[in-house]
Structures are given as C-alpha cells and as structure tokens.
C-alpha cells in the first residue's frame, strides 16, 4: 500500500519568512496531493492541492510543488504570518484511499 | 447546508463495550471515509465507502465495522472496545476521492 513520509515533524519560523515542508510517497501510481491544515481543537481544513499531470501550483501565499519522478512534493508558504501557526499534513490518494502523512507543527513567531 | 456531522462529540467505554459512532452528510457526496487521529501519528484511515452499498478496508481496520445503506450516512462501529481505540475519530465526505475531503467535528473516544 501507500507510505507517506513528512518532514519535518516541527518547524519554527520568524513572521514574514518562507515556511517548507516536505513529503514523499511510495506509490508511483499515486494521482491526487492535497494539504489540510489543521488549528488546535478543530478540524482538518484543505488549503490546497495538486493532481498528478500538473507540476506546481498557486494560492496567494501558499504553493504546491510536485515531483512524480523523485515521489515527492512539497508546501511552501511565503510571508508567514501568526494565524498560519497549526498542524499541516500532506496526503496522496491510491485507489481510492487517502494516506496522510503524520503531519508538521509549524510555529510563526511573531 | 449542516455539512458532515458526527455524534457523540465526546464518549467514554469500558473495555469490552461496543458503541457506534455516527456520521452523516448532506452534500449528496458518494465517498466518505473514518479516520483515527493519534498524537504524532496523523490521519490514519480505517474504513471508506464510495457509494450506498459498497466499502472497503483502510489502513487500520481491524476491531471497526462499517456500512453504508444510504449516501447520506456512515456509522462506524466499535465491536469490543480496548484501550487502544482511544483516539479522535473524523469522518470526512468529497464528491470522490480526488476531490476536497470535508471533516466533520470529531468524536473524542476514550476507552479505560
């Protein structure tokens, strides 16, 4: 089945920096990439996503980017700012089934 | 529209009880799914379905049962609880697979 590895489990940045993480996956077949964060007691929430025929990706300050040789893609949120502090995970969808990585804590320091 | 709704939002078992939690969406979305969130362990996916009728095995599925008579609804059953199944359970609905996933509030479940 699917494996999905996220790194890093933690990650601290000053308000206004760049923040990255980083995923891997272990199918080739795997064909949908989306990013849920997740806020302290509540629910995850998508933030963006990316299919499988499609390299990279833009909502205002977030970014996805995707490798299918390496099978890896990665978040890069530009401008950090207080309220992105929470838990972010990333997935990839196999037959039907979603597999999440066991998501980042990132912390914007203000 | 209430979106996906769970019930209870918090329970407490004894080991060996059995309980359902429920789950129920109202976006006319053919794939759900229940997932178990652990401290450091992310989302793990323990049963899907992906129309009225048909579901399938996740990643951890063992001790969990499910069904899905209806498009609307997807309970998840505890058999024989154990501590082990202490955990926050999401079920999350999408029009299929590929698209947005939508939490519903979780369920806090502990189990002594």
């Known amino acids: 089945g699917e494996n999905v590895e996220q790194h890093p489990s933690t990650l601290s940045v000053q308000e206004g920096d760049s923040a990255v993480i980083k995923c891997t996956y272990s199918?080739?077949?795997?064909?949908?990439f989306p990013w849920y964060k997740q806020e302290l007691g509540k629910r995850p929430q998508l933030i963006i996503d990316?299919?499988?025929?499609?390299g990279e990706k833009k909502d205002q300050r977030i970014a996805v980017t995707l490798n299918k040789t390496a099978k890896h893609f990665s978040l890069h949120i530009t401008e950090t700012q207080p309220e992105d502090s929470a838990v972010y995970f990333c997935?990839?969808?196999?037959?039907?089934?979603?597999?999440f990585g066991s998501g980042t804590r990132l912390l914007v320091r203000p | 529209n209430a979106g996906v709704t769970q019930t209870p939002k918090f329970q407490v078992l004894k080991t060996g009880q059995s309980m359902t939690l429920q789950c129920a969406q109202d976006?006319?979305?053919?794939?759900m799914s229940w997932y178990r969130q652990d401290p450091g362990m992310g989302l793990r996916l323990i049963h899907y379905?992906?129309?009225?009728?048909?579901?399938d095995q996740g990643e951890v599925p063992n001790g969990y049962n499910v069904s899905r008579s209806t498009t609307e609804d997807f309970p998840l059953r505890l058999l024989s609880a154990a501590p082990s199944q202490t955990s926050v359970y999401f079920c999350?609905?999408?029009?299929?697979?590929?698209?947005?996933?939508?939490f519903g509030p979780g369920t806090r479940l502990t189990v002594l």
């Open positions: 999350a609905s999408s029009r299929t697979e590929w698209n947005e996933q939508f």
């Open positions: 199918d080739s077949a795997s064909n949908y």
């Open positions: 990316i299919r499988s025929n499609v």
């Open positions: 997935a990839a969808s196999l037959s039907y089934k979603l597999i």
């Open positions: 976006m006319n979305h053919e794939y």
């Open positions: 379905s992906v129309g009225a009728g048909i579901t």
